[in-house]
């Protein structure tokens, strides 16, 4: 074992203190001239940085959409999809395509970006990936940024509170000219380097006071100042802040502004100086990164000024002193009843119209709710018990089918629905008709249940079934149901029953898929399947051909087995009309393999497969007498056979050995009710 010191000098050896000082740098205001020559966009504003940041991460297109992007920044891939966003691309375009205007100063910059959705919709993470990407955009080299402090006699350096850029210090009268001379030759396509607003008021207090030292000579001011590199960090207060409404009692708005420092005033005489003031508000805090705002419509009206005027012009009033300029991102988020308050009070009216509100609903694709449930209950995070297949989906299932819509196209049910946002085909829906039905459901995804009750109900699925080796359907759907009763944001019975109704149409659409897996179970034997589809393409062959068959035990040639052909064609609901026309198709199949000198397989026909799946099965399911699994008698030869279905369950399907037996037990029940479904 090591000792301590030599556990640190391992440590020690890996240290890259050249790395440290070139993250650290700290140079003259002339040395950072320099280094805004080489890389322009080091004096980007709050927006430009975070639509860059965005952007740089890379996109990719959404299959089977040609107008629909994704933004890799909202899979959250530096840390392994920590935060990932799932679903809600549209609205991600939209928050991008507003940081893209706001880069490009277009008008956005001066407005509130309200994230508006029900709880639970990834508002805050929304929020939370933003500022963890620039904290992170910050130690690359792409995402430096500098602010700069004053050197003091002694000296110690007082640096800037407000972490302001340091080519705010060149005077108005010369920034025009400065700013030419320092855009001059670039030929790249970043954003051109503009000098808008002024320092905090201790910087300007600085300035002023050196300047009249200077005798004027602001260039000479400048040698007295250091510019050093700064990283944003929500812990260190530098560049992000967060803000929270509390007790109207406790609300003061310098906590947003700053407030003056009582010890300090008897140093320097007045409460207006700035020495005296701690600018340290969230927004001197935010000043070149962003502001959070949580549950932002349940600020005090005294805070709802500040944040007009540091939407709209970038400004802030702290107390004794001037208006002072910013450069953030404001970004606030609220529920739906906030809204609907804001909506509806004519003193907002200012606020409404400087904000832009862009929706955040739940998911309506069950392939990306499957995927916040699988994030956090999966086996790597689950230990000691195994999730069974489908667990999820039908939790999933359910949450999506409180927040979709009735359709009003006749015929078509909910759960149709839902499978058709999720890629599925339906016979008469075209990818334009899914389309249409989107537009039509208003506010979809803006009512139902949240993702956070349905993951509560899981967690306590696992905690209460103490005895099984694993989680099941059943157990999550009965706690869907039982917490019915009691939850918080069901305003009436009516809509709980309604709920609870959708639960027993998931139940029967799990029945469905189960069935069809043990079915599938049943009929895997690889050799039985083989030979009936030989049986059946010999056959269909003589069909098409006009010709005889030739029987394998008799010798004798005999009429093709229309019997058997039409038993495998009704399972895929292959009507007598449209049996020649099938026929013929399944022949020019296999002689198209057979010119690129293919061999046919029945797995890649697709229908076919099932068709003989399914034909196996119903051969073979009497034989294997799977209802004598609901009584305790069960003989030797049965349960071999059982065996070696359960065997290809936990294989190919993903179940364990109790969960197998269960899915099994429950299917038996329904055979032994009479209750399968001809079309599986």
């Known amino acids: 074992m090591t000792n301590g010191q030599s556990l640190l000098s391992r440590f020690s050896d890996r240290q890259d203190s050249t790395q440290f000082l070139q993250e650290n ?42 107008d629909l992007i994704r933004y890799k920044f909202f899979d959250d891939p530096h840390l392994d999809g920590e935060d990932a966003i799932f679903g809600l691309t549209k609205p991600l375009m939209e928050l991008v395509n507003v940081f893209r205007s706001a880069a490009l100063k277009y008008g956005t910059e001066r407005r509130v970006l309200l994230l508006h959705g029900p709880v639970g919709s990834s508002k805050s993470t929304i929020a939370r990936l933003l500022k963890k990407g620039l904290e992170r955009y910050a130690r690359t080299d792409a995402g430096a940024l500098y602010t700069f402090g004053w050197k003091e006699e002694d000296g110690s350096i007082t640096w800037d509170p407000m972490n302001c850029e340091p080519l705010l210090l060149v005077p108005d009268s010369s920034r025009e000219e400065f700013a030419k001379e320092l855009n001059e030759g670039r030929n790249d396509e970043g954003y051109p380097i503009e000098i808008e ?39 260190d207060r530098i560049g992000i802040g967060t803000f929270q409404p509390k007790d109207e009692k406790n609300q003061d708005s310098t906590e947003l502004t700053g407030d003056i420092n009582y010890r300090k005033i008897a140093e320097y005489g007045t409460e207006s100086d700035p020495r005296a003031f701690n600018f340290d508000g969230e927004f001197n805090v935010s000043n070149r990164g962003m502001i959070e705002f949580v549950e932002v419509l349940k600020l005090d009206v005294a805070f709802l000024y500040d944040l007009l005027g540091a939407s709209q012009e970038h400004k802030i009033k702290p107390k004794k002193f001037a208006q002072t300029d910013i450069d953030t991102v404001i970004i606030g988020h609220t529920n739906e009843p906030e809204y609907r308050k804001l909506q509806s009070n004519e003193f907002m009216e200012a606020l409404r119209d400087r904000t832009i509100k862009i929706d955040i609903p739940y998911v309506t694709t069950l392939s990306e709710e499957i995927k916040i449930y699988n994030k956090s209950y999966n086996q790597a995070r689950v230990r000691g018990k195994h999730i069974a297949p489908h667990t999820l989906e039908v939790a999933a299932m359910w949450a999506l089918l409180t927040r979709l819509e009735q359709p009003k196209h006749h015929g078509l049910t909910v759960l149709q629905k839902m499978k058709l946002y999720n890629g599925k085909t339906l016979p008469g829906f075209t990818a334009e008709n899914v389309k249409q039905l989107r537009k039509e459901a208003k506010r979809e995804g803006l009512e139902g249940i949240s993702p956070r009750y349905v993951q509560d109900k899981i967690s306590n699925a696992l905690v209460v079934n103490t005895l099984s080796t694993s989680l099941n359907p059943f157990m999550v759907m009965n706690e869907l149901e039982s917490g019915l009763r009691h939850h918080s944001l069901i305003g009436n019975e009516e809509l709980r029953e309604h709920y609870r109704q959708l639960i027993s149409a998931v139940k029967d659409e799990y029945t469905d898929i189960v069935k069809n897996e043990v079915q599938r179970a049943i009929a895997a034997d690889e050799d039985a399947l083989m030979r009936l589809c030989g049986n059946y393409i ?84 009497d034989t294997i007498k799977l209802t004598s699994l609901v009584s305790q008698v069960v003989d030797k030869e049965t349960q071999e056979k059982i065996d070696i279905v359960k065997s290809r369950l936990i294989r190919n399907y993903g179940y364990n050995d109790e969960s197998a037996t269960d899915v099994l037990q429950y299917v038996a029940s329904i055979f032994a009710r009479g209750d399968v479904k001809e079309d599986g």
Request: aromatic share 10%; charged share 35%; hydrophobic share 30%.
């Open 25 to 66: 740098w700290q140079g003259s205001f002339a040395e950072y001239l320099d280094l805004v020559r080489k890389h322009p966009a080091i004096t980007r504003t709050a927006y430009q940085r975070m639509y860059d940041m965005i952007i740089q991460e890379g996109t990719y297109s959404v299959e089977g959409s040609k």
């Open 197 to 235: 607003g002024d320092v905090c008021p201790l910087s300007r207090f600085y300035f002023q006071e050196r300047l009249r030292e200077q005798n004027g000579d602001w260039t000479k001011v400048l040698e007295s100042v250091v510019v050093r590199r700064i990283f944003l960090s929500e812990k």
């Open 538 to 621: 010999d056959n269909v062959k003589a069909y098409t051909q006009h010709e005889k068959v030739k029987n394998k035990f008799t010798g004798e040639d005999e009429e093709p087995d229309e019997r058997l052909m039409r038993s495998i064609e009704e399972k895929i609901d292959i009507p007598e009309s449209r049996k020649d026309d099938f026929r013929r198709e399944i022949m020019n199949y296999i002689g198209a393999l057979a010119i690129d000198g293919k061999q046919f397989n029945y797995k890649t026909n697709e229908r076919l497969q099932k068709a003989l799946e399914m034909k196996l099965f119903e051969d073979q399911k």
